[in-house]
């Protein structure tokens, strides 16, 4: 398994469609090289600026992805 570090430089967007969500950015993609101490994952890496809005971001979708959901299915979150 390949793993590689991600880091973003720019948010563009975010919108949901048919149970996904899709977020558009600027990102820098390198190949991880294999170290036998660290894991086998994949690492993201954004500034915490970045990261702020990303939060902001997908709970406005997930809060429009819940105002589509009938009442019924929602009743029982906290």
Avoid: F
Avoid at 12 to 35: C, F, Q, Y
Avoid at 45 to 56: D, F, K
């Amino acid at each position: 398994m390949k793993t590689y570090d991600i880091e973003v430089q720019r948010l563009k967007s975010m919108k949901h469609d048919r149970g996904l969500v899709e977020i558009g950015l600027d990102a820098l993609v390198l190949a991880r090289p294999v170290r036998d101490d660290a894991g086998s994952a994949s690492c993201l890496r954004l500034p915490v600026e970045h990261a702020r809005t990303l939060l902001v971001l997908l709970k406005q979708q997930i809060a429009d992805l819940d105002k589509l959901q009938p009442r019924s299915r929602r009743s029982g979150r906290a």
